[in-house]
């Protein structure tokens, strides 16, 4: 029997609303987002942000931007609509938050939405949206004259509930909603924020003039023992903030801002943490990063959710980093320095002597063989780096071997110690036949989020931050089945670079070399010539 193809067919437009839903709005955190950066596109200077269980049953926004007109209300909610950019090349000199148009229209199509607003000229709109499809539009009689859009979301995913079933657990989306409005609060001091999280009592955030007076608002006790120093180097600024770990918070800030955007990136993360372990061994900090770059060097359209994007002068901003924290070893908290500063001392800088690595030392490549940015300057352990796999102690030559042992030894070490925990954007199924849950309840301990689908189904919802980067699947299947890392299929190009200095640097020599994970070259010479 002979079967005729299946007929393509166009997606009717609420389903590639329904579907575009997922990849912007997986999560009410990422709906939050979006509003946020919405009204301070807006000109906001006053938030009021309610939240009921999570964002499932009600979030709502209000605000004092410049509003919409009637006729401009309808096309904020429709695909690839937007006010901010109109050509391709606006892409890279973008001045605000928002700019694909998808936000909206996305989160009209899986809630029951409504929004009016109001411009300075204008009467008041107001618009009504169910699952997609608008039930109401027209003019609102308010008793204000002030401008500004009230935006209420209700019933999140009520005709989409097969994404229910990926919504992590109630403290995992609490923990991701706080860090987002943490992130607008950390970043916009000039803007006063009202929050309410379900029967809790609002929380008021006055405008602040700097960030160091938004800064002691969320550690008034820490106030004189916060670390700061704002650096420049040609037209790249860093503000940057270290407050004790002893000062509480309500969560653990570790904040990396670019132009006011909150990102994530694993590796100026890295050099972060990095940097202040060597810097103040033994200490534990928040952070709060703020990167200020030229507009055209930063793309931002790389990813739906805009928190992960492209620099084209990373180099420099690891550089004004790594020299910034050292600076502030030196000095005494809350001394505001200014300064212009040239990049600081590569440990290629001491190599004259073979003049490959002189050529290369200023070339920044994260695939690259030699990548002075990403390596460290010395290790624990006292093997100093010369490239992708080798190592110089004193006057010996060492062979650093990429293997899954080090990897079991660097994540088992890690997990006697317990980390915050990152959510992951998209979760990860395993098979769960002949899991104990001992195994599991100790992972929980140590950072890592897993929760069962059902009978034989797990599900790793987030990670410990240090393990972000590693291949999860692999790595987790060997934890839970309690099996050696070197049977498991675990490939160690999948490793990132920095990930694998990190893990060596974790170690002190003589252990490295009695697992024979780093060989001196000398002795395999000699075996080699025998």
């Known amino acids: 029997m002979v079967?005729?193809?299946?007929?393509?067919?166009?997606?009717?437009?609420?389903?590639?609303?329904?579907?575009?839903?997922?990849?912007?709005?997986?999560?009410?955190?990422?709906?939050?987002?979006?509003?946020?950066?919405?009204?301070?596109?807006?000109g906001a200077?006053?938030?009021?942000?309610?939240?009921?269980?999570n964002g499932l049953d009600l979030i709502s926004l209000k605000d004092d931007g410049h509003g919409m007109r009637f006729q401009d209300l309808p096309l904020a909610f429709s695909r690839h609509a937007t006010s901010k950019i109109s050509r391709f090349e606006d892409l890279y000199k973008l001045h605000s938050f928002g700019f694909r148009g998808e936000a909206l229209a996305s989160i009209a199509s899986i809630s029951k939405l409504q929004c009016i607003s109001k411009t300075q000229d204008h009467a008041a709109s107001e618009i009504r949206i169910e699952g997609g499809m608008t039930v109401f539009h027209g003019e609102r009689q308010t008793h204000t004259s002030s401008h500004g859009t009230e935006l209420v979301i209700q019933d999140l995913f009520f005709n989409t509930p097969a994404r229910l079933k990926f919504i992590q657990s109630q403290q995992s989306e609490k923990t991701f909603i706080r860090k987002i409005i943490f992130a607008f609060i950390l970043s916009r001091p000039e803007i006063e924020?009202?929050?309410?999280?379900?029967?809790?009592?609002?929380?008021?955030?006055?405008?602040?003039?700097?960030?160091?007076?938004?800064?002691?608002?969320?550690?008034?006790?820490?106030?004189?023992?916060?670390?700061?120093?704002?650096?420049?180097?040609?037209?790249?600024?860093?503000?940057?903030?270290l407050i004790p770990g002893s000062f509480k918070?309500?969560?653990?800030?570790?904040?990396?801002?670019?132009?006011?955007?909150?990102?994530?990136d694993k590796q100026l993360h890295r050099v972060m943490t990095n940097g202040i372990d060597s810097t103040f061994p033994g200490d534990d900090f928040h952070y709060v990063a703020y990167f200020n770059l030229p507009p055209d060097t930063i793309d931002v359209n790389v990813h739906p959710n805009k928190t992960i994007i492209k620099c084209l002068e990373i180099s420099k901003m690891i550089s004004l980093l790594t020299s910034t924290i050292k600076e502030l070893g030196s000095k005494r908290p809350v001394t505001?320095?200014?300064?212009?500063?040239?990049?600081?001392?590569?440990?290629?800088?001491?190599?004259t002597s073979i003049p490959t690595l002189q050529q290369e030392r200023h070339e920044y490549n994260m695939e690259g063989l030699f990548s002075p940015h990403n390596l460290p300057e010395t290790s624990s352990s006292d093997l100093i780096w010369i490239g992708n796999s080798f190592l110089k102690k004193n006057e010996n030559l060492w062979l650093a071997v990429s293997s899954p042992k080090l990897l079991e030894l660097f994540t088992k070490a890690k997990l006697q110690t317990p980390a915050p925990t990152i959510p992951l954007l998209v979760s990860e199924p395993f098979a769960a036949k002949?899991?104990?849950?001992?195994?599991?309840?100790e992972l929980e301990k140590s950072g890592v989020e897993i929760e069962f689908l059902g009978s034989e189904t797990l599900?790793?919802?987030?990670?410990?931050?240090?393990?972000?980067?590693?291949?999860?699947?692999?790595?987790?299947?060997c934890l839970i089945l309690n099996k050696s890392f070197s049977e498991m299929p675990i490939n160690p190009a999948d490793w990132s670079q920095t990930t694998w200095e990190d893990m060596l640097a974790f170690f002190p020599t003589h252990e490295l070399i009695s697992k024979k994970v780093v060989l001196d070259l000398a002795v395999l010479l000699r075996e080699k010539l025998k």
């Open 193 to 241: 924020f009202h929050i309410k999280l379900d029967d809790a009592d609002k929380d008021i955030y006055p405008a602040r003039e700097t960030h160091l007076d938004r800064i002691k608002d969320l550690f008034p006790k820490a106030k004189d023992a916060i670390f700061h120093s704002q650096r420049f180097y040609e037209n790249n600024e860093l503000d940057l903030f």
């Open 249 to 264: 918070a309500p969560l653990k800030l570790q904040n990396i801002f670019i132009n006011n955007r909150y990102i994530l």
């Open 336 to 351: 505001t320095h200014h300064q212009e500063i040239q990049p600081g001392p590569s440990f290629f800088d001491g190599l």
């Open 3 to 42: 079967h005729s193809p299946p007929k393509i067919d166009i997606l009717p437009e609420h389903l590639i609303d329904q579907i575009k839903a997922g990849e912007v709005i997986e999560r009410p955190g990422n709906l939050i987002k979006e509003i946020l950066e919405n009204a301070v596109d807006a």
């Open 459 to 477: 599900v790793l919802r987030g990670i410990p931050e240090w393990m972000n980067g590693f291949p999860l699947k692999d790595v987790i299947q």
């Open 434 to 441: 002949d899991i104990k849950k001992e195994t599991l309840l």
């Open 45 to 53: 200077k006053k938030l009021e942000l309610t939240i009921k269980n």
